[in-house]
């Protein structure tokens, strides 16, 4: 049987510790590029990694504290909605009238 060497053990540790480098730099990087593409979106992560500004947190709790989610929305007759979305909507009212009226006259 061969004896061990120091330098076959001080390879092998170099060895161990190289593979164990490589995989934290490959967990580092692939943890780089979920962030940059995916995670940085969601203000959750941002929250967690306390990467939100106090005014940022102010802004998004004001928006989510709105009463209704259409009461900021500018009425059918606003100059902002194109008048091609208006005769769709008049349309679509026209023909739940008829449904409606059909539906009670069946009765």
């Not at 004896?3 to 510790?17: K, N, P, Q, S, Y």
């Not at 490589?22 to 943890?31: D, P, R, Y």
């Not at 102010?58 to 504290?65: A, E, P």
Request: no cysteine.
């Amino acid at each position: 049987m061969a004896e061990i060497g120091a330098f076959e053990i001080f390879g092998t540790l170099l060895l161990v510790l190289l593979a164990v480098v490589i995989v934290l730099l490959f967990i580092v990087i692939g943890w780089f590029v979920v962030w940059k593409l995916i995670l940085s979106h969601f203000r959750f992560f941002r929250e967690i990694l306390g990467m939100e500004s106090p005014d940022e947190e102010q802004t998004s709790k004001s928006k989510s504290k709105s009463p209704s989610r259409y009461s900021s929305s500018p009425s059918m007759d606003s100059p902002e909605i194109p008048a091609h979305i208006r005769r769709r909507q008049q349309r679509a009212e026209e023909m739940s009238a008829k449904i409606t009226a059909s539906a009670k006259t069946t009765k």
